[in-house]
């Protein structure tokens, strides 16, 4: 039973004002792949942002919601706020729907919050004992609207641990289903409704079994007969295990309970790793653990009256047996980890070596995690480690952009034009902010790197003797094309001397005209465009055009000529080899009626050079994977040829958000299901589309 259970029973009072809004659909998956789901109760009153809440204690909060593990499909967001202390609690819930949700939704995290069963029956203080349908709808709103969509998170967990009426029954029944059209799997909308309890009482679940997503169990305490009678008991009213959470706990500070779920003396006998096995070798919905900021507490005096941070371990490890992981796997990214941090960390060959034979010598998944942390967090050797995130993270190759780094830190900047050099500056200050961060993917990486030896290429150096006199301005009319690489516009200047000062900006592909130009010798040619109006040749192209936003891959016929601009101003630039393909961000058509493709920055050829290989769409939407019951299809890190299997599978019917839709030269569909994952359209219908 938590610990919080009756504050949570009268679940809007301690809530505040009820906002109202539209309900948020989840940004990705429905089910984590592998089928198994992972659910941790976040106490929010432990959160570092929420100090001084619901305690007694003197120590401060040391972890952020952001620091869970990876392999987390859902984050119970468990929050009990006393009278008075609104304000110390505010900090957090702030985050919680500008920074965490965010955060935690691009990981593909769902976040759920906790209402007792007590906020059901509420209704009868605005409705009475009768509601009319229309009334269970409004109560359903305000429940839905208050404790999720205004915190932009994506369900409700319903926390049953009663013994109700046959009318609070009728009651429930009611509001539950009137949910049911906000949230959870007859809403059809990524959203998550949530059965949470303790036991087998099947009066209040019974008839609204179809509105929720899960039952979690809480079954602390207890090994895997309790979760096999558990299950039994919820199949003879129709619900199935495929959606049963079998729940453990970790011990909270000052717990009278003893439940001892974690055994750190002898992990295969404990409750932890009896219950995770089960759950995936009977395919069940998955588990969950409540508490997860006491990860690796004990029940001695020290631990119960004292708030540490967490290694996390045995969350870790109950991620990977439950969903399936093998030892393998997880040895693997072990050493993949060592591969990421040993640079960042100083460890000696000796240091890698030792922790490269110890993660030999492991027998089991919790060992192999072990190498990393205790669960003591001060003295671990490293508690950052995470499989999940290892696996599902590649390392990259950062070998051309260090390369690049070097080289423009080697020059000086006396050398060479202002603006040519601030140019440079920016490209390597980012480059240096990616290079230096151990998450950054090789997608990341190749754009630093474009940008950084595009700076470079863009270099001028300064004139060997300063000009001898102010250059002429030629009067001329004409059309320019904005010709914008930054995707922020481009600059109008009140001058084009060094002492110039910006105006305004312009949008790419915006038609304005000229009446002058004046040639420069440090920063090249300007046209004039309005009284004290400037804009540098460098942001332009001569003549009118139409610019347009294009996602597309195309393929050079014979050597191919890039030029900087689609214009009459245009330079060469350099040649492509025959038959290599490229990236394509935008399209211009010229007044000439030519079209061109853009390659990044000022690199455009002619459409007559190359063949589309494919063409990419935003595509805002949910599919459902329609392969062979019970078997599931391939993941790929990319569409074309030279594309390689991820190590997650989706399964048979499990439902998916996709951002992306390509279209190859050969007629075949892709689904993008966010970064670099793809599947083949063949194996997945689209169940709905935004």
Known sequence: MHRLERNLRNGLVALGILITGSILAAPTQIQAAGNQSFMVYYRAWRDKLMNGVNTSLPDANPQSMTDIPYGIDIVNVFSYVPAGEEAKAKPFFDALKTTYAPALHQRGVKLVRALGYGGLLDIRKQYGNNPTPEQFDSFAKQLVDTLSTQYDLDGIDIDMEDYPSAADIKLSDGVINAMSKLLGP???????????????????????????????????????SRTAKAVSDYAKVGYPGSQFLAGLTFPEEGDHNRWLDTNPDNFNASHMHDVATYVNQNNLGGMFVYAVDRDGRTYGDFDLNHIVPTTYRWTKTAILESKGYTLDQVKVAARQHIDRVKGAKNWTADQVAQLEKAITDAQDIFQTVSVFMSDDYSTSIDPSFDAVYEILNPLVDKTALNAAIAKAAALNAGDYTNASWQALTSALNAAKQVNADQTASQTQIDTALKALNTALAGLVLQPTTPPSNVPSIILESGTLTIDDITGKGVQVWNDYTSNKKPLQLLSDGTNITYDAYVV?????????????????????ALGQATVDALQAVVKTIDATQVFSTFGNNQKKVKVLNSQTSWKVFRQAIDAEGTLWYNLGGHQWIKASDVTVTSTTTPLRGVVTINYVPGYGIAMYNRFDANRHILTRKLAHASRWQVFQKTTTANGSVWYNLGGNQWIPAQYAVLTSNH
């Open 186 to 224: 007859k809403a059809n909308n990524g959203t998550l409704l949530i059965y949470d309890t303790n036991g087998s009482n099947m009066g209040p679940f019974q008839n609204v079994k179809d509105d929720f997503n899960f039952v979690g169990y809480q079954q602390y305490g207890s090994t895997s």
């Open 520 to 540: 420069t010798t440090s920063d090249g040619t300007w046209y004039r465009i309005g009284t004290n109006q400037w804009v540098s040749a460098a942001d332009v």
